[in-house]
């Protein structure tokens, strides 16, 4: 099999920085190159060892732009692509006014195989590689999702909504029918090729109890399927659902009264948690997932990452679309440093880097892999360029440091950054491919 050499300054972490000078966490070659065979990371290093352990091999030069994994984005809504930017309203509003008037839409096979091009071009586009994204309420719209995926052999994670209340008529499944579409995708994705499958109630107020009844049946059937819901967004939600489920000690009891928490559940947003929410949280293992241009666009709060990982919680980063503003894991990383400044915390660059990276990976237990550079892993690889636009470049003149450039990148970068993507070893930028400053000559 033959083998094809990536040279440039490359970028894996091992462990979670613990300041922006924590060297240890990282390693970084300066001249580094990254050898792939057969889709997967043969071998990492400086590029003098590389090349002569494959002499021959195709040199693919990205100087003096950076190597890192392909980014993770562990929450984000397949169905919004168009809902992204819809003005003046907070989540319950938000949801009814323009989500789940757009996500009718899936119901048409069509619609949804167009939408999922666009989705997975724009992932790329930003650099993204793996995703948990929920799909609509429709099967059509969860097969659109998993093809065009399969298509491009990413390794995605997704599941359709389940949600049987407390929406229009045309987005409610039934408990029944929502395990049974559920059950079938299952069968037909999980764990064909890179695909992960995820069930998803919504959450709490679209789904009765005899549908959650349903989704912990699911749960201990396939263990090895992810979860995924929303939890504590917003002060209403938050009203709304103890209105519901009156038995429930606090929100997170709901989905801990149908045993749906545990080291593959993902909850999106965890901002309004008490005590007794985050314990059990840490005990169960279970990822509360930060997404901070949604939190901020639709006024739902600030994420206390160092509350919470102090009391042991798992932690993970996501854009949520289309709550969220943008697909860019850079300005999503971005907001976040701005949402942690409003709480008096400090998100350090290389941390930043390490929780799109590794860190996301850890939290979908797929570090092994995917989110490093090591080799054994898939060659899931995005290459950036901190120069990339005049502003950029200009800054970059007094930039001294990697963690200096990699703040650079976050707070002034996005799609534009994006030099080159690579899956499974695979150039697989949707609008060039290889390097692309080839391209702009
Ligand atoms: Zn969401």
């Known amino acids: 099999m033959s083998v094809s050499i990536l040279r440039g ?25 990254v050898a792939i065979r057969d889709g997967l990371i043969a071998a990492s290093g400086s590029f003098s060892a590389i090349r002569e352990q494959f002499s021959g091999a195709e040199i693919i030069d990205h100087r003096p732009n950076l190597i890192l994994p392909g980014l993770i984005d562990t929450h984000l809504h397949f169905p919004q692509v168009q809902v992204i930017g819809s003005f003046g309203a907070k989540l319950l509003d ?169 080291d593959r559940s993902l909850f999106g947003h965890c901002i309004h948690l008490g005590g007794r929410e985050r314990a059990a949280m840490a005990e169960s293992r279970s990822v509360a997932v930060f997404c901070p241009t949604s939190n901020l666009f639709l006024g739902s709060g600030l994420f206390d990452e160092d509350g919470l990982r102090s009391r042991g919680v798992r932690t993970a980063v996501a854009t949520d679309i289309g709550g969220g503003t943008s697909y860019s894991m850079l300005r999503t990383l971005d907001e976040a440093y701005k949402v942690l400044q409003l709480r ?22 797929l570090e092994h892999k995917i989110g490093t550079l090591e080799q054994g892993s898939e060659a899931d690889i995005v290459v950036m360029d901190a120069r990339a636009t005049a502003a950029m470049a200009l800054r970059m003149e007094t930039v001294n440091t990697l963690p200096e450039e990699l703040f650079v990148l976050q707070t002034m970068g996005d799609d ?26």
């Open 94 to 262: 938000w949801l009814h006014t323009y989500t789940f008037v757009e996500e009718q839409k899936f119901a048409d096979a069509a619609h949804c195989e167009r939408m999922a091009t666009h989705f997975f071009d724009n992932l790329l586009r930003n650099g993204t590689t793996t995703a948990a994204a929920y799909c609509s309420v429709h099967k059509t719209s969860a097969e659109a999702y998993f093809a065009e995926a399969g298509r491009r052999n990413l390794r995605m994670i997704g599941g359709k909504v389940m949600m049987d209340r407390n929406a229009p008529e045309a987005l409610c499944d039934t408990p029944q029918s929502g395990y049974d579409d559920s059950k079938d995708l299952i069968a037909r994705w999980h764990g064909r090729g890179r695909a992960h499958y995820a069930i998803s109630p919504r959450f709490a107020i679209t789904s009765t109890p005899t549908q959650l009844e349903m989704a912990q049946a699911l749960k201990a059937e396939h263990p090895d399927c992810y979860f995924q819901t929303h939890l504590s967004e917003n002060d209403a939600e938050i009203k709304l659902t103890l209105e519901l489920y009156q038995s429930a000690r606090d929100y997170l009891d709901v989905y801990q009264m149908y045993d749906l928490l545990g």
């Open 416 to 441: 534009r950054a994006v030099a080159a993507v690579y899956v499974a070893g695979k150039a697989s930028h949707p609008d060039f491919n290889g390097p692309k400053h080839l391209y702009r000559r």
């Open 344 to 365: 008096n915390q400090v998100l350090n660059p290389l941390k930043s880097f390490y929780m799109m990276t590794l860190g996301n990976a850890r939290a979908l237990k």
């Open 9 to 33: 300054r490359s970028l894996s972490f091992r462990e979670v920085p613990r300041s922006h000078t924590d060297e240890a966490s990282y390693i970084f070659e300066e001249d580094g190159a």
